[in-house]
T-cell receptor, first 116, second 119 residues
Framework: DGGITQSPKYLFRKEGQNVTLSCEQN?????MYWYRQDPGQGLRLIYY???????QKGDIAEGYSVSREKKESFPLTVTSAQKNPTAFYLC???????????????FGPGTRLTVL | AQKVTQAQTEISVVEKEDVTLDCVYE???????LFWYKQPPSGELVFLIR??????QNEISGRYSWNFQKSTSSFNFTITASQVVDSAVYFC????????????????FGKGTKLSVIP
């Protein structure tokens, strides 16, 4: 089945450690995104990537890093520089753009990160 | 900067009641897209609808309907005859073009409305 997978579902990290969240899609989508969601808040964009080997900072990129070595994969690393990393992280992807047409972002099931 | 406001933080209704979720947006762009997503307790966002700024026709899909009014910058969502399975957080989002990098559309989300349907 086509879709977006995120792993792990729950992740616990000790303060000062880096941790990497996985996001994989088999939808053949070009664009991929990472969002952070805090309780009672909307989603905030961390990073996004339109093509392989290229990515752009979103609104809250500080303390995070990404890579896009393959079309299917867009892992997010939460570094020790991120001061308040406990949150729900959602990965999304969207099909190729055509002219100025946008398209829907489809979301994975999310990873809940807790810093102990 | 674009902005999406969902003034209703939480709504509770009794099953079979109709409920409307409000969404007001701000944008300077003439071409934009509006979305509604549903987030059930499991956490995954589920796409419900996309509407472009040139199409002001209301849309109905089963028990769901959407009222887009450009004059008031609103894109409201109504659930008719609500059911317990409708209990979720609903997000309205606005998509606009950005020239960053290769250029892309980016979504700005409202803070969501938590809907509880009581049996």
């Amino acid at each position: 089945d086509g879709g977006i997978t995120q792993s792990p579902k729950y992740l616990f990290r000790k303060e000062g450690q880096n941790v990497t969240l996985s996001c994989e899609q088999n939808l053949n989508h070009d664009a991929m995104y990472w969002y952070r969601q805090d309780p009672g808040q909307g989603l905030r964009l961390i990073y996004y990537s339109q093509i392989v080997n290229d990515f752009q900072k979103g609104d809250i990129a500080e303390g995070y890093s990404v890579s896009r070595e393959k079309k299917e994969s867009f892992p997010l690393t939460v570094t020790s520089a991120q001061k308040n990393p406990t949150a729900f992280y959602l990965c999304a992807s969207s099909p190729p753009l055509a002219g100025r047409y946008t398209d829907t972002q489809y979301f994975g099931p999310g990873t809940r990160l807790t810093v102990l | 900067a674009q902005k999406v406001t969902q003034a209703q933080t939480e709504i509770s209704v009794v099953e079979k009641e109709d409920v409307t979720l409000d969404c007001v947006y701000e944008t300077r762009d003439t071409t934009y897209y509006l979305f509604w997503y549903k987030q059930p307790p499991s956490g995954e966002l589920v796409f419900l609808i996309r509407r472009n700024s040139f199409d002001e026709q209301n849309e109905i899909s089963g028990r769901y309907s959407w009222n887009f009014q450009k004059s008031t910058s609103s894109f409201n969502f109504t659930i008719t005859a609500s059911q317990v399975v409708d209990s979720a957080v609903y997000f309205c989002a606005l998509s606009e073009w950005t020239d960053s990098g290769a250029g892309s559309y980016q979504l700005t989300f409202g803070k969501g409305t938590k809907l509880s349907v009581i049996p």
